[in-house]
C-alpha cells in the first residue's frame, strides 16, 4: 500500500473537502436516489424527534438501544468509484451539499482482498474532533447506522441487523487493514468508529461510564428502535434526548432596524430626512420554516437581545439578518440566541418546533430517565422471554 506521503488529516468538520457543484452536485444526488430507490434527491437521512413524557412509556413498549449524541456534524458517507474507476467517497451534510475526500490515502477495503474497496455503500454517522492525549484534536468518524452496503438495500432490515452487517462487511475488515499497515494512520483524513450502542434501559452506564469517558463533546442522548426500518426524513422511532434546559429550536432572525429623525448635528451635516439606525439595538423576530409554499415562513415569536449583546454581534462584521440562530429558552421563557446555525440551510420545520416545545413545556430529567429504567428493563426481558418461550414450541 503507497500511501500519498501529502494527505493527512482534515482541518475542518465543517469543509472536510472540495464542494461539488452544478451538474457535479446534480449528478450525484440523483445517483444516490438511485440507489437507494427513491425518487426525491433530498437529504435522504433518518432525523429524530424530540424526547417527550410520552416517550417514556414509548420505551417500555419496544426495544430501543441508546447511544451518546455527539456534538459533531451529521454526514452520510458515500462510497463509490470516479470516472477511472477509482475510489472515491463523498460526505453528504444536513443542507444536501457533498463534500468530495480529495485524500486518496482514505480506503476501505474488502473483506477478501485488502486492495478491493467498497462502492454504492451509503454509511450514517458524525464527524467530531476528539481530544488526543498530548491536548491536541484528531478527526473521527461515528457510524451509527448503514442503508446501502454495495448495493444491497439494508434500509428494511432492523438496527441490528443493520449494523452487524456493515460491521462484517466494511468495519472489520477496515480495522485490521491498519493492524496490518499500522503506518497508514498517519495519512488518513479522518478515522472511522462505530458508535457503541447501550440496551435502552442502560441509562446509569450512559450517564456515569459512556459520557464522561468520551474524548468530544456531548449534547444528549439518542434512543433507537431496534426493530422498525430505516426511514428517510423525520423517524418518530429514533428520540433525541437533551437535558431541558439544552432543548433548542434554529430559527430564521429577521431584524428590524429603527428609523430615527436626524438630531442637530445630523443636520448641520445635511442629513435632512429621517433614516434608518443600523447602530441601536434593532427589533429582532423569528421565524419558523414551513414549507415551500407561497409563504415558507411563519412568525414564532421574539428574540430577546440585550445591549451588551448587540454590541458583541455588531462587533462581528458579520451579515446579521436573515441568519439562522440557534435558540433557547431562559428562566424567564424569553427567546435567546446560543450561536449562529450557518451549517443549516432552512430554519426548523413547523412540525419540529412543535416537537421541541413539546419537550420544553414537559421536560424529561435526567432523574426521570433513571427512575424509567427499571420498567424499561421489565419490559424489554418480558418480551425477550415471551420470543424465547415461541421459538421453543
Request: some cysteine.
Amino acid at each position: 500500500m503507497e500511501p500519498n506521503k501529502t494527505d493527512g488529516p482534515i482541518g475542518s468538520i465543517d469543509e472536510p473537502g472540495v464542494k461539488a457543484e452544478g451538474q457535479l452536485l446534480h449528478t450525484m444526488r440523483r445517483e444516490v436516489a438511485e440507489l437507494l430507490g427513491r425518487q426525491q434527491t433530498s437529504f435522504p437521512g433518518a432525523q429524530p424527534v424530540s424526547f417527550a413524557r410520552q416517550h417514556l412509556d414509548e420505551l417500555t413498549k419496544q426495544d430501543y438501544y441508546v447511544c451518546e449524541k455527539s456534538d459533531g456534524i451529521r454526514y452520510l458517507l458515500y462510497l463509490t468509484e470516479d470516472e477511472n474507476q477509482g475510489e472515491a467517497h463523498y460526505l453528504i451534510d444536513r443542507k444536501n451539499d457533498y463534500w468530495y475526500i480529495t485524500n486518496k490515502s482514505l480506503h476501505f477495503p474488502r473483506e477478501t482482498d485488502v486492495s478491493a474497496f467498497h462502492t454504492a455503500t451509503l454509511v450514517d454517522g458524525e464527524l467530531v474532533w476528539d481530544k488526543r492525549p498530548d491536548g491536541g484534536t484528531e478527526p473521527r468518524f461515528l457510524v451509527f447506522d448503514c442503508l446501502v452496503m454495495d448495493g444491497n438495500k439494508l434500509m428494511d432490515r432492523s438496527l441490528d441487523k443493520r449494523l452487524a452487517y456493515f460491521r462484517e462487511r466494511l468495519y472489520t475488515p477496515y480495522k485490521k487493514m491498519f493492524k496490518d499497515y499500522p503506518d497508514e494512520l498517519q495519512y488518513q483524513p479522518f478515522y472511522m468508529e462505530m458508535k457503541p450502542f447501550q440496551l435502552g434501559y442502560g441509562i446509569e452506564m450512559m450517564f456515569k461510564q459512556i459520557l464522561p469517558a468520551l474524548k468530544h463533546g456531548n449534547d444528549g442522548l439518542i434512543f433507537t428502535c431496534r426493530n422498525t426500518a430505516y426511514k428517510h426524513g423525520t423517524d418518530p422511532h429514533i428520540l433525541k434526548w437533551k437535558p431541558p434546559e439544552e432543548n433548542t429550536i434554529d430559527l430564521r432572525m429577521r431584524l428590524t432596524f429603527p428609523l430615527v429623525e436626524p438630531d442637530e448635528w445630523e443636520r448641520k451635516e445635511g442629513i435632512t430626512e429621517p433614516f434608518t439606525d443600523y447602530d441601536s439595538l434593532p427589533k429582532a423576530e423569528l421565524f419558523v420554516f414551513k414549507g415551500d409554499g407561497p409563504e415558507k415562513y411563519a412568525r414564532f415569536d421574539e428574540l430577546y437581545i440585550t445591549e451588551e449583546e448587540w454590541e458583541t454581534l455588531k462587533g462581528l462584521n458579520d451579515p446579521l439578518n436573515d441568519r439562522i440562530v440557534e435558540c433557547n429558552q431562559d428562566d424567564q421563557r424569553r427567546w435567546r440566541i446560543l450561536r449562529f446555525r450557518d451549517d443549516k440551510h432552512e430554519a426548523n420545520h413547523t412540525s419540529t418546533v412543535s416537537s421541541v416545545l413539546d419537550s420544553i413545556n414537559d421536560r424529561v430529567s435526567v432523574n426521570d430517565l433513571y427512575g424509567a429504567a427499571g420498567r424499561i428493563r421489565d419490559s424489554w426481558k418480558a418480551r425477550q422471554a415471551r420470543e424465547n418461550a415461541r421459538g421453543q414450541r
